[in-house]
């Protein structure tokens, strides 16, 4: 038995009215026989605010509750879930779990070992109720003034707070029990400027694991506020992108975000234990050029990906994937871990009760090199320099990527030339991890604002690496009579 809470383990249940022993019986007896399976309960409270032109344009608070029951038999899941928690409503989620179809023989079941129970990575206060909400929307409030006194130019502000506080408990057929408590906050700011008819925009946010406390102090809003102007002061400046094939150095912290969509997705067990990823039966072999080491870590402090257990009750840890260019291992869930006879690391996650879990990451992150960051730019002779990204596109199966960058510069001579604007990224995670020429010594972790979408689900996730020079992207842009 397991409890990472401080919380009463009876928590649930007072709060429900459900009774334990009865709820753990239907458990063990839904599950007889399979695989694996859990119960995993959830209570979860969160609101939204946001300040745009001047005024509160939304403002939501929601309480979520449920419950969702699987069993797992060879690859097939059965698994039903409800709103409603009662044993009544458990007991007829269990006759739908039990029958689930027996297409073919199980395969030897893996003895999953649980890790000792970790300490918890982040406190249990609920954030919604640590300040007032008149106290919020002040704080947008400001920050719209801020904004709007420091630059004529400014247009339009937007100013979001957001908040959660999740109770999750996950009970197994043996009577294994775990339970968490998720605090989750996230201020965000866009600023759109305006000169002669010309319009840009730049955002900046930050988020983790704990109070509200930290994220809306003046000095921490005010730099929020200050680099989403500045972003968007650097795009009003911005000149058609070149196109064509050339060197880019990524620059520090959220830019791992490329490398979360073209390699991480592709190192999750799902996809290889499929076969229908790029790095599928490769583990030994060189899949990045020396000295790239990549981690998935769950277990960094107070972190937006961080959980001090998964969503299958699992202790998160830090898992090696690539290590000096040489692919080690994939993120497991509990499932696809048995199945490819690998170790569980902790990534198995979902959206919800009402959602399957499966292997996801949490803060995926690469190593830091040697290298002067400075020196990476020095060194191009004519290139980008990416040092914000937007959105992008991957093919999972054969690594393809599209990304936009939302602050670029042109680099000509080892001299940064000017902003450039519709840059876009276009290439292959496994190539572009084998034309990395150098690394600086400036590993960042993005400030807390990710979330991850995958087949129909989204968790919150970070992403993180130092500067990097890769030898050769292709660069989509808008200024062809540049791309000599």
């Not at 600023?191 to 994220?215: L, N, Q």
């Not at 320099?385 to 999972?396: K, P, T």
Request: charged fraction near 20%; charge should be negative.
């Amino acid at each position: 038995m397991g409890n990472t809470s401080s919380l009463s383990h009876n928590w649930f249940f007072n709060h429900s009215g459900m009774n334990r022993d009865k709820v753990e019986r239907i458990v063990a007896d839904s599950l007889a026989g399979m695989d694996d399976g859990e119960l995993f309960l959830e209570y979860a409270q969160s609101e939204s605010l946001v300040y745009d032109d001047g005024r509160i344009k939304n403002a939501n608070f929601d309480t979520t509750q449920g419950f969702g029951l699987r069993s797992v038999y060879g690859e097939n899941s059965g698994f039903a879930h409800s709103t409603q928690l009662s044993e009544a409503a458990i007991a007829r989620a269990a006759h739908t779990v039990k029958a689930i179809a027996r297409y073919e023989a199980s395969p030897k079941s893996i003895p999953l070992i649980p890790n000792a129970h970790p300490e918890p990575l982040y406190g249990e206060g609920n954030p919604i109720h640590d300040v007032e909400f008149a106290e919020k929307v002040a704080l947008l409030a400001a920050i719209d003034a801020y904004v709007r006194a420091k630059e004529p130019l400014v247009k339009q502000v937007s100013a979001s707070l957001s908040g959660e506080w999740q109770v999750v408990e996950v009970i197994r057929a043996t009577g294994e029990r775990h339970m968490d408590v998720r605090p989750l906050v996230r201020l965000n700011v866009s600023v759109i400027v305006e000169r002669d008819g010309k319009m840009e925009s730049g955002s900046s946010g930050a988020g983790g694991r704990k109070p509200y406390g930290e994220f809306i102090a003046e000095h921490h809003w005010k730099a929020q506020a200050d680099e989403a102007l500045r972003q968007a002061l650097v795009n009003l400046e911005a000149k058609p992108a070149p196109a064509g094939e050339m060197m880019v150095v990524l620059g520090p912290g959220w830019p791992g975000v490329l490398l979360h969509e073209a390699v991480g997705h592709g190192l999750e067990g799902d996809f290889n234990r499929k076969g229908a990823s790029a790095f599928s039966g490769r583990i030994g072999e060189r899949v990045a050029a020396k000295g790239v080491t990549v981690v998935d870590d769950g277990t960094l402090y107070e972190r937006r990906g961080s959980l001090t257990i998964d969503d299958e009750g699992t202790p998160t840890s830090q898992t090696v994937l690539i290590e000096d260019g040489i692919l080690k291992g994939y993120m497991q869930d509990r499932m696809n871990a048995r199945l490819m006879g690998m170790a569980t690391t902790g990534n198995g996650r979902r959206e919800s009760y009402a959602h399957l879990p499966m292997p996801r990451m949490t803060n995926t992150y690469m190593l830091a090199g040697t290298e002067d960051p400075q020196s990476l730019i020095s060194s191009l002779k004519r290139g980008i320099y990416a040092a914000n990204f937007g959105g992008g596109q991957v093919d999972i199966t054969s690594g393809k990527f599209v990304f936009s960058a939302s602050e670029a510069y042109l680099v000509e001579n080892g001299k940064i030339k000017h902003p450039v604007k519709g840059a876009t990224l276009i290439g292959s995670g496994p190539e572009v991890m084998q034309r990395i020429l150098a690394i600086g010594n400036d590993l960042e972790l993005d400030h807390g604002i990710g979330t991850c979408g995958k087949n129909g689900q989204s968790v919150p996730v970070g992403v993180g690496q130092p500067s990097l020079l890769i030898e050769k992207i292709t660069v989509g842009g808008t200024d062809m009579a540049d791309a000599a």
